[in-house]
């Protein structure tokens, strides 16, 4: 592992540029709709280790634009109960990214809509980044959302890696990021950017309020080059409702892992996301 | 200054801040002011006083005789025993207590293992009228009831940590979840030279006052201020920092860091990091830690709950990597024997986290002349339940 944090030292020099438009599926889906975009997250290896791709497929089926697909990790900081409990599930039930990846060789044969992975940068920095960016792309993955990986890091270690990879990589924008930070993410970013609803870990259900209402004006009335999406605390039709009069999409993610919780779960789906999106 | 961060956080290729965007606001804040609110004359002169007048800083340097005896050295024991609240960490709480204030932060939240870490900060909490929650593993709390206790009475609020293993590193989680939750009134005293950048300098600041007067209290009684040896235990490792940093460039002086073996290194029960560690991220930190091949955390194991930790701070693995400090461990059996040794030479009952520095210096051979100083970090007046236990009294 050492030679991860001089990772940037053997790869070959490409310079790559901030503003590449490499068209992967989110740039396609970003261009072709631009409102009501509905994102679901889900676990990899919970609540069972076999059904990554069954749930994706059946999720599409049901009208979801684009996926999610969380790779688990045993110290989530970023996470509330629920997706504490279906990391730590998959993990009892033997979830690894080896796995995560052999289980998405056949993605592509059964999904079409964009499909990120989220997780967290220990995984990812003992898999070797560069693999990890090399598989994603050979199995379909088009872009990774890390919530603990930090701009510095991204920059100076690993947004080559990614780049040569075609590998969008999301940012979280929070209530309390300043203007200039997300003027500066809005530069690195080349797909969207993740609106995080309020100060908070996944899960709480979000209370929309004049605070969070002046806050996602003040995103929009910024005209981003990016577009933006919604997530944490949407959980029903209201919230989805509420988030997408001001970003182009918004993400649910506890509602979605409580759902799988729940025997026949399977089943849910179509219903569950028809509640969403009304 | 080759063992000193640089400007981005790291001590070589350790450190950095890996943190959720959530918590970037609070770190950076915390970043661009920390060094200068603590170069502040103001600030280092109600520091200092606190130290003096309300921890009863100098803490002693104390000849061992009986113990120098034993060993055939000059063992001196740097007393951070005699503390207020029974540690080394009211050191960095009271360093960070004032800097919270200054920040205009009305909320103070906490880690903790043994509760020494929770007992120093409920107490320059209700020192200085500031709301506290203490985050503590649920097993914790349990086998370190007497300081769960003593939070209480001192008005902080103790939240049991029931994810994972139950432990430190669990109730450091559920301590950043909260400072997420609360990121514009609430500081996080983070206990060790653990976290993201800054921490792990700033507090390693806050604790190098007990090599400061190490060197000073040398001089006086030695005539020297540099001895050969230096040892500390290591957890996180707050105290061994504190107790090496002024030592850190005198390269002449060897530095000894004990983690625990809990029941022994390959016993699948252990907490000794830099043997069964690998580099990666934990709670913010590019560092040594206890992981699968997979890079999930591996549940680290010590009867010592201080020692009970799958990391170290990041400059500790920059000083193993450098070898500037030699990282050796001590198993669950050596160190109540070294605690109960220390009780009967010379009449002090250590905590089980410093008792593993004592077990080490059966291992060690020593000139005559050899001046040894170790970091008695802590008392062990929270550990006379496993002792007795141990020992059946």
Same mark, same amino acid.
């Given at each position: 592992m050492g030679g991860q944090i001089a990772m940037h030292h053997e790869l070959p020099a490409m310079n790559h540029q901030l503003s590449t438009k490499h068209m992967n599926r989110l740039n396609q889906l970003f261009e072709k709709k631009k409102n009501n975009l509905l994102s679901v997250?889900?676990?990899?290896?919970?609540?069972?280790?076999?059904?990554?791709?069954?749930?994706?497929?059946?999720?599409?089926?049901?009208?979801?634009?684009?996926?999610?697909?969380?790779?688990?990790?045993?110290?989530?900081?970023?996470?509330?109960?629920?997706?504490?409990?279906?990391?730590?599930?998959?993990?009892?039930?033997?979830?690894?990214?080896?796995?995560?990846?052999?289980?998405?060789?056949?993605?592509?044969?059964?999904?079409?809509?964009?499909?990120?992975?989220?997780?967290?940068?220990?995984?990812?920095?003992?898999?070797?980044?560069?693999?990890?960016?090399?598989?994603?792309?050979?199995?379909?993955?088009?872009?990774?959302?890390?919530?603990?990986?930090?701009?510095?890091?991204?920059?100076?270690?690993?947004?080559?890696?990614?780049?040569?990879?075609?590998?969008?990589?999301?940012?979280?924008?929070?209530?309390?990021?300043?203007?200039?930070?997300?003027?500066?993410?809005?530069?690195?970013?080349?797909?969207?950017?993740y609106l995080l609803s309020s100060a908070s870990v996944t899960g709480n259900s979000l209370q929309v309020s004049d605070v969070t209402e002046t806050y996602f004006q003040r995103i929009k009335d910024l005209h981003l080059k990016n577009p933006t999406v919604i997530g944490f605390g949407i959980a029903d039709q209201a919230t989805f409702q509420k988030a997408t009069a001001y970003a182009n999409g918004a993400i649910v993610g506890s509602a979605f892992v409580k759902i799988l919780g729940t025997s026949g779960y399977m089943e849910k789906i179509p219903e569950f996301i028809k509640s969403i999106k009304g | 200054?080759?063992?000193?961060?640089?400007?981005?956080?790291?001590?070589?290729?350790?450190?950095?801040?890996?943190?959720?965007?959530?918590?970037?606001?609070?770190?950076?804040?915390?970043?661009?002011?920390?060094?200068?609110?603590?170069?502040?004359?103001?600030?280092?002169?109600?520091?200092?006083?606190?130290?003096?007048?309300?921890?009863?800083?100098?803490?002693?340097?104390?000849?061992?005789?009986?113990?120098?005896?034993?060993?055939?050295?000059?063992?001196?024991?740097?007393?951070?025993?005699?503390?207020?609240?029974?540690?080394?960490?009211?050191?960095?709480?009271?360093?960070?207590?004032? $800097?919270?204030?200054?920040?205009? %932060?009305?909320?103070?939240?906490?880690?903790? =293992?043994? +509760?020494?870490?929770?007992?120093?900060? &409920?107490?320059?909490?209700?020192?200085?009228?500031?709301?506290?929650?203490?985050?503590?593993?649920?097993?914790?709390?349990?086998?370190?009831?007497?300081?769960?206790?003593?939070?209480k009475m001192l008005g902080a609020t103790v939240v049991p940590a029931t994810s994972g293993s139950k432990t430190l590193k669990d109730a450091t989680n559920e301590a950043m979840r909260d400072w997420i939750g609360n990121p514009v009134d609430t500081h996080y005293i983070i206990g060790s030279v653990v976290g993201p950048y800054p921490y792990p300098e700033m507090v390693a600041q806050f604790q190098s006052i007990i090599s400061l007067e190490t060197k000073k209290q040398l001089l006086e009684q030695t005539g020297k201020e540099l001895p050969e040896y230096?040892?500390?235990?290591?957890?996180?490792?707050?105290?061994?920092?504190?107790?090496?940093?002024?030592? $850190?460039?005198?390269?002449?002086? %060897?530095?000894?860091?004990?983690?625990?073996? =809990?029941? +022994?290194?390959?016993?699948?029960?252990? &907490?000794?990091?830099?043997?069964?560690?690998?580099?990666?991220?934990?709670?913010?930190?590019?560092?040594?830690?206890?992981?699968?091949?997979?890079?999930?955390?591996?549940?680290?194991?010590?009867?010592?709950?201080?020692?009970?930790?799958?990391?170290?701070?990041?400059?500790?693995?920059h000083l193993h990597k450098r070898q500037r400090a030699q990282y050796v461990n001590i198993t669950d059996d050596e160190s109540l024997q070294a605690g109960l040794l220390l009780s009967q030479l010379e009449g002090i009952i250590p905590a089980i986290e410093s008792a593993h520095a004592f077990a080490y210096l059966e291992k060690m051979k020593f000139e005559k002349s050899d001046n040894v100083v170790i970091c008695l970090s802590g008392r062990g007046d929270k550990d006379l339940s496993t002792y007795i236990k141990h020992f059946g009294f």
């Open positions: 997250y889900f676990t990899a290896g919970y609540p069972e280790l076999n059904t990554t791709v069954d749930i994706a497929e059946a999720l599409e089926k049901a009208g979801v634009d684009f996926l999610e697909i969380g790779f688990p990790y045993s110290d989530p900081v970023a996470d509330g109960p629920t997706i504490q409990h279906s990391s730590q599930t998959a993990l009892d039930n033997g979830m690894n990214l080896n796995l995560l990846f052999e289980q998405l060789a056949d993605l592509r044969k059964r999904v079409s809509i964009p499909v990120l992975l989220m997780g967290y940068v220990n995984p990812m920095v003992q898999y070797g980044v560069e693999r990890f960016c090399a598989k994603a792309t050979e199995v379909g993955v088009d872009g990774v959302i890390v919530p603990d990986l930090p701009m510095y890091e991204y920059e100076t270690l690993y947004k080559d890696c990614f780049a040569k990879h075609q590998l969008s990589n999301i940012f979280l924008v929070t209530p309390q990021t300043a203007e200039a930070r997300i003027r500066k993410i809005d530069d690195l970013s080349n797909s969207f950017i | 200054m080759k063992y000193t961060v640089n400007e981005q956080g790291y001590y070589g290729d350790f450190g950095g801040a890996y943190i959720p965007e959530m918590l970037y606001p609070n770190v950076e804040e915390l970043r661009q002011q920390y060094q200068q609110i603590i170069g502040d004359a103001g600030f280092k002169s109600e520091f200092d006083q606190l130290l003096k007048d309300y921890v009863g800083r100098p803490s002693p340097l104390y000849l061992a005789k009986r113990l120098s005896e034993k060993y055939g050295a000059n063992i001196f024991l740097k007393r951070e025993d005699l503390n207020h609240t029974g540690s080394h960490k009211i050191n960095n709480a009271i360093g960070q207590i004032l $800097l919270a204030q200054r920040l205009g %932060k009305k909320r103070i939240i906490a880690e903790t =293992g043994a +509760g020494q870490h929770g007992v120093a900060t &409920a107490t320059v909490c209700a020192l200085m009228g500031i709301e506290c929650v203490v985050y503590m593993g649920e097993i914790d709390m349990e086998r370190q009831a007497p300081n769960v206790a003593r939070m230096v040892l500390a235990c290591v957890g996180g490792g707050s105290n061994a920092m504190g107790m090496f940093y002024h030592f $850190l460039e005198d390269e002449q002086v %060897k530095l000894i860091a004990v983690e625990a073996a =809990g029941k +022994g290194v390959d016993s699948g029960h252990s &907490a000794a990091t830099s043997v069964l560690g690998r580099e990666g991220i934990l709670h913010g930190s590019r560092t040594i830690l206890m992981q699968t091949d997979d890079g999930q955390v591996v549940e680290p194991y010590s009867i010592s709950a201080g020692l009970d930790y799958p990391g170290i701070g990041p400059q500790h693995a």
